[in-house]
């Protein structure tokens, strides 16, 4: 008699724990947002990156110690066989420098722009 009343005084401890909602107990993953590379241009994405970054920054202004100009075109052109692997840090400290390194987008960005031709667009 003992057991079959310990059976039953145990029996809510095993029931009181189901839950049968599968998006709680198997939420969808969060997935990073991902990086659009395919429209990517001098103008409207490697300006606003290398001037932010890379100009402002008073290494590649023309004025500073740091080895390239990157306020025109002109400039820029001349450093994108290596740009890639110093902002990635490859080539030594990523850069810039003196402030945060961009971000792998803002790099694979720089990157495509390179890939596509490296236009003046």
Do not use: E
Not at 42 to 56: H, K
């Amino acid at each position: 008699m003992k057991k079959i009343f310990l059976l039953l005084a145990c029996a809510p401890l095993f029931t009181g724990c189901y839950n049968d909602k599968s998006d709680q107990l198997y939420p969808v993953p969060v997935t990073a947002p991902t990086c659009d590379t395919s429209a990517v241009s001098y103008s409207q994405t490697v300006v606003p990156l290398l001037s932010a970054n890379c100009a402002a920054s008073g290494c590649h202004d023309g004025t500073g110690r740091a080895r390239g100009v990157f306020t025109s075109y002109a400039g820029v052109i001349r450093d994108t066989a290596t740009m890639v692997s110093y902002l990635n840090g490859t080539s030594g400290d990523p850069m810039p420098k003196n402030g945060n390194p961009l971000s792998t987008c803002n790099i694979d960005k720089i990157a495509a722009w390179i890939a596509q031709g490296a236009k003046n667009n």
